[in-house]
C-alpha cells in the first residue's frame, strides 16, 4: 500500500496568487493575526522580486477539510461584496501575500509601519534609470514616498514630488501599484517626452528587465490536501510560520469554534475576569484552561483514555466545551480556596502552575464531594507530595492525565494512593540547596510556616493575617548575612533553613545585628517579654536558645531537623534522614 501523500510542491505565478487572494479564493483561517510588516520590509521584498531573487515558500491549505474547520477572512486590503468560502487558506506566508497585493494590486497607499512602529501610509515607486544601472544597488531603485507623494527632508522642504502623472514621468519613476497593467502609464510617459527614442528604449529595457521579473515570478508552494489531520496542520504551522504568530491550541481552537458562530475568545475573557478575582488565579493561560477541560471531558467520555496532550485538546468538540467550561471554572475557584487554606495567596507564592491546573480538575470531577474534611485532608496530602516531591517541573501531561483519575479514586474509597503520592520523595540535603522562591519546595516551606501560624517577630500577628492587610512580607534571614560574613559562617547561611517570612518593619529591626541583640531590641519595642518571644520563634521552628547564644551550628541543625519534621507531617510519609542516608 503506498504511503498517504498530504501535501504537494507547486509553483504558481506571482500574479495568479495575488488574484485569487482578492477573489476571495485564497483567504486566511481566522487565527492568524492582522498584517505587521514595516516599511523596510516591504522594500526588501520588493527588491528581492525584482531581481528575481527567492522570496520563500507560501503553504497553503485546502478548505473542505473535515478534521478541520477554520473560520476564513480575506487579507487586509481585499473587500469582498458577497462572502466568498475559499478553496485555500494561507498557513504560512500571510506577510509577503498581504504585502505584495497591498504594493501591486490595491491601488491605494499602503498602511504600514516604519522602523520605529509608528503608523505611516506609503506608496512604492521603482526610479527607472536606477533599475537598469548595473552599478547602483537595487535597494537604491526601490521608492517609498509618504501617503501625497511628496518626500520633504528635516526643514520641511520638498526633496521629491510624485503627486501627479506627469510629475511621475518627469522624473522616472514607475508606480509598483502599476506592474501588472502598465500600458497605460507607457502610453502617456511616451507621450510626455513626445515620443522621444531614447526614452521609448529607456522604457522598452525596464519593461524586459525589471517589469518581467514581476510578471513571471513564480512563487513555491507548499499546498496541505483537505485530508490532513487536524493536528498535523498546527503542528507544521508553528515549524514554518516563524515571522507570524505561534499557532497555540488556543489559537487553533479558535478558529475552528468560529466556524460554528462561537467566539471562544470572548468567552475565554470573561472567565478570565472572573478567575482573576482570586490573585492565585492570576497566572492561568487560556492553554492551562483548555487542558483542564480536555482532562475533565475525556474523563467522561468512555471511548476515549484521560489525557490533555496536544492531539486530544485538538480533539475538543464545542459541545464538550460548553458542557464542561463553567464546570472547570467552578473547579478553579475551588482550588483558589483550597489554596487560601494551605495559605498560598497570590500567582507568586504558587509552587506549581501545573499542579493548579491538576488540582482545578480534581474539583471539577468530584463536585461537592471535594468540599467534605475527610477529602480535604486527602487532597492536601496529594498536593504537598507534588510540591516537596518536586514533580511537576516538566513533562507533566502524564502526570495531570493519571491524577484526574486516581485522586478522584482514592478519594471516593475505589483505589490505592495516587502515583504522585507514592513517587513523592524529598532528600534532606534538598534543604542546603533551596535558596530562592525559583524553587517550589522553597515556595512550600515557606507557606507551610504560614498554615502552622508562623507569627511576625515584631507584631506577633499570623503573617497571613499580616498578609491579607496587604503587608510588605517576604522570606528574610534569621541570622542576618552581614552577621554571618563577619563571623566566617559559609554560604549555608543563605539557603531556606536559615530563612523564614517575616514583615518589612521587622526585618529593618533585625539589620546586619547579632540574634542576641536584635532580640532584645524587638521585645524592648514591642514591649514583649522573653516567654513571649520564644512562643514566636517557635511558630517559625526556631529553637530559641540558640538564637539568644548566637550559636548558628545548633541553630541550623535543629531547624533543618523541624523543617523535616513538617515536611514528613505534610507528605504523609517518612523522610530518610541522613544517618540512614549514609548507611
Known amino acids: 500500500?503506498?504511503?498517504?501523500?498530504?501535501?504537494?510542491?507547486?509553483?504558481?505565478?506571482?500574479?495568479?496568487?495575488?488574484?485569487?487572494?482578492?477573489?476571495?479564493?485564497?483567504?486566511?483561517?481566522?487565527?492568524?493575526?492582522?498584517?505587521?510588516?514595516?516599511?523596510?520590509?516591504?522594500?526588501?521584498?520588493?527588491?528581492?522580486?525584482?531581481?528575481?531573487?527567492?522570496?520563500?515558500?507560501?503553504?497553503?491549505?485546502?478548505?473542505?477539510?473535515?478534521?478541520?474547520?477554520?473560520?476564513?477572512?480575506?487579507?487586509?486590503?481585499?473587500?469582498?461584496?458577497?462572502?466568498?468560502?475559499?478553496?485555500?487558506?494561507?498557513?504560512?506566508?500571510?506577510?509577503?501575500?498581504?504585502?505584495?497585493?497591498?504594493?501591486?494590486?490595491?491601488?491605494?497607499?499602503?498602511?504600514?509601519?516604519?522602523?520605529?512602529?509608528?503608523?505611516?501610509?506609503?506608496?512604492?515607486?521603482?526610479?527607472?534609470?536606477?533599475?537598469?544601472?548595473?552599478?547602483?544597488?537595487?535597494?537604491?531603485?526601490?521608492?517609498?514616498?509618504?501617503?501625497?507623494?511628496?518626500?520633504?527632508?528635516?526643514?520641511?522642504?520638498?526633496?521629491?514630488?510624485?503627486?501627479?502623472?506627469?510629475?511621475?514621468?518627469?522624473?522616472?519613476?514607475?508606480?509598483?501599484?502599476?506592474?501588472?497593467?502598465?500600458?497605460?502609464?507607457?502610453?502617456?510617459?511616451?507621450?510626455?517626452?513626445?515620443?522621444?527614442?531614447?526614452?521609448?528604449?529607456?522604457?522598452?529595457?525596464?519593461?524586459?528587465?525589471?517589469?518581467?521579473?514581476?510578471?513571471?515570478?513564480?512563487?513555491?508552494?507548499?499546498?496541505?490536501?483537505?485530508?490532513?489531520?487536524?493536528?498535523?496542520?498546527?503542528?507544521?504551522?508553528?515549524?514554518?510560520?516563524?515571522?507570524?504568530?505561534?499557532?497555540?491550541?488556543?489559537?487553533?481552537?479558535?478558529?475552528?469554534?468560529?466556524?460554528?458562530?462561537?467566539?471562544?475568545?470572548?468567552?475565554?475573557?470573561?472567565?478570565?475576569?472572573?478567575?482573576?478575582?482570586?490573585?492565585?488565579?492570576?497566572?492561568?493561560?487560556?492553554?492551562?484552561?483548555?487542558?483542564?477541560?480536555?482532562?475533565?471531558a475525556t474523563l467522561e467520555n468512555e471511548n476515549r483514555s484521560v489525557s490533555c496532550k496536544r492531539k486530544d485538546i485538538l480533539k475538543l468538540t464545542l459541545k464538550e466545551y460548553q458542557k464542561w467550561a463553567d464546570v472547570v471554572t467552578q473547579g478553579f475557584e475551588q482550588a483558589a480556596k483550597f489554596l487560601h487554606k494551605q495559605k498560598i495567596f497570590s500567582d507568586r507564592d504558587l509552587p506549581y502552575q501545573t499542579q493548579l491546573t491538576s488540582l482545578a480538575t480534581i474539583f471539577a470531577a468530584l463536585g461537592d464531594r471535594a468540599n467534605s474534611a475527610g477529602a480535604s485532608e486527602k487532597l492536601a496530602n496529594w498536593y504537598w507530595c507534588g510540591v516537596f516531591g518536586e514533580l511537576y517541573g516538566s513533562a507533566i501531561e502524564t502526570r495531570l492525565a493519571k491524577d484526574l483519575p486516581q485522586v478522584q479514586g482514592w478519594i471516593n474509597g475505589q483505589g490505592s494512593e495516587p502515583d504522585t503520592i507514592r513517587d513523592a520523595n524529598f532528600a534532606p540535603s534538598r534543604l542546603l540547596s533551596l535558596y530562592t522562591r525559583r524553587s517550589a519546595a522553597y515556595k512550600g516551606l515557606s507557606a507551610l510556616l504560614l498554615r502552622d501560624g508562623g507569627c511576625d517577630f515584631f507584631t506577633s500577628y499570623p503573617i497571613d493575617t499580616l498578609m491579607s492587610f496587604d503587608e510588605a512580607i517576604d522570606i528574610h534571614h534569621i541570622f542576618p548575612r552581614h552577621w554571618c560574613h563577619n563571623n566566617g559562617i559559609k554560604s549555608e547561611y543563605d539557603c531556606v533553613i536559615n530563612k523564614t517570612p517575616l514583615s518589612a518593619k521587622t526585618n529593618k529591626m533585625i539589620g546586619g545585628n547579632a540574634p542576641s541583640l536584635y532580640l532584645s531590641k524587638i521585645e524592648s519595642n514591642a514591649k514583649i517579654s522573653e516567654t513571649q518571644m520564644d512562643d514566636i520563634l517557635r511558630s517559625h521552628v526556631i529553637n530559641p536558645a540558640t538564637l539568644r547564644a548566637d550559636d548558628f551550628e545548633t541553630f541550623f541543625q535543629a531547624r533543618k531537623n523541624a523543617l523535616l519534621d513538617r515536611i514528613e507531617k505534610a507528605i504523609g510519609k517518612p523522610i530518610l534522614r541522613e544517618a540512614a542516608e549514609e548507611a
Request: net charge negative; with cysteine.
Open 1 to 296: 500500500m503506498p504511503p498517504i501523500k498530504n501535501f504537494d510542491s507547486i509553483s504558481k505565478s506571482l500574479l495568479s496568487l495575488l488574484q485569487s487572494a482578492q477573489e476571495g479564493q485564497t483567504q486566511l483561517p481566522d487565527f492568524q493575526r492582522s498584517w505587521v510588516w514595516n516599511d523596510e520590509q516591504i522594500c526588501n521584498l520588493l527588491v528581492s522580486i525584482s531581481l528575481s531573487y527567492p522570496i520563500g515558500a507560501v503553504m497553503l491549505l485546502e478548505t473542505g477539510n473535515s478534521h478541520v474547520q477554520f473560520k476564513p477572512r480575506p487579507i487586509e486590503g481585499v473587500i469582498l461584496n458577497n462572502p466568498t468560502e475559499p478553496d485555500r487558506l494561507i498557513l504560512d506566508g500571510q506577510q509577503r501575500i498581504t504585502s505584495l497585493f497591498q504594493v501591486l494590486l490595491l491601488e491605494n497607499s499602503v498602511k504600514t509601519r516604519d522602523s520605529r512602529g509608528k503608523e505611516i501610509h506609503r506608496w512604492y515607486y521603482i526610479d527607472i534609470a536606477k533599475a537598469l544601472d548595473p552599478n547602483i544597488d537595487r535597494e537604491e531603485a526601490i521608492v517609498s514616498v509618504p501617503e501625497d507623494k511628496i518626500t520633504r527632508n528635516f526643514h520641511k522642504e520638498v526633496v521629491a514630488d510624485y503627486s501627479t502623472p506627469e510629475k511621475e514621468y518627469e522624473h522616472e519613476v514607475f508606480p509598483l501599484a502599476k506592474i501588472f497593467d502598465y500600458s497605460e502609464w507607457m502610453t502617456k510617459y511616451n507621450e510626455y517626452w513626445d515620443y522621444k527614442k531614447e526614452k521609448i528604449q529607456l522604457f522598452n529595457k525596464f519593461t524586459q528587465d525589471i517589469i518581467k521579473q514581476f510578471e513571471q515570478y513564480q512563487v513555491p508552494v507548499i499546498l496541505l490536501y483537505k485530508e490532513t489531520p487536524r493536528e498535523a496542520v498546527c503542528q507544521v504551522f508553528e515549524k514554518v510560520n516563524t515571522g507570524g504568530v505561534s499557532l497555540t491550541v488556543f489559537e487553533l481552537l479558535t478558529a475552528t469554534y468560529a466556524a460554528d458562530n462561537f467566539e471562544l475568545r470572548n468567552d475565554w475573557n470573561k472567565r478570565d475576569q472572573k478567575l482573576k478575582q482570586h490573585s492565585v488565579l492570576n497566572s492561568v493561560e487560556n492553554t492551562d484552561f483548555l487542558q483542564a477541560v480536555t482532562l475533565v
